[in-house]
Nanobody, 113 residues
Framework: QVQLVESGGGLVQAGGSLRLSCAAS????????MGWYRQASGKQRELVAA???????NYVDSVKGRFTISRDNAKNTVYLQMNSLKPEDTAVYYC???????WGQGTQVTVSS
């Protein structure tokens, strides 16, 4: 079955941390560039972070220095470590494999002030 399944979201206080995971199945994970997007209520979905097959990364300016994307090809999993969380990070976070145009179901992250 071809799918991406996210986990790790939840409710956290401002300044706290969460680690999101995205497990891939049915795709050649190590051959795929991967990304994390988020969509806050009433706003457009935006790219948060991406990682290439070779491990190069890029981030939206608002999360630089706070979030880290990584991948474990042996586990077919991509991670998003989120530190120093802010209320404006509240959103549904989605995993995406652009070569397959494949989205996960999303996981809610809520940061309270």
């Amino acid at each position: 079955q071809v799918q991406l399944v996210e986990s790790g979201g939840g409710l956290v206080q401002a300044g706290g941390s969460l680690r999101l995971s995205c497990a891939a199945s049915g795709i050649r994970f190590s051959y795929n560039r991967m990304g994390w997007y988020r969509q806050a209520s009433g706003k457009q979905r935006e790219l948060v972070a991406a990682i290439t097959t070779g491990g190069s990364t890029n981030y939206v300016d608002s999360v630089k220095g706070r979030f880290t994307i990584s991948r474990d090809n042996a586990k077919n999993t991509v991670y998003l470590q989120m530190n120093s969380l802010k209320p404006e990070d509240t959103a549904v976070y989605y995993c995406y494999a652009p070569a397959r145009d494949l989205w996960g179901q999303g996981t809610q992250v809520t940061v309270s002030s």
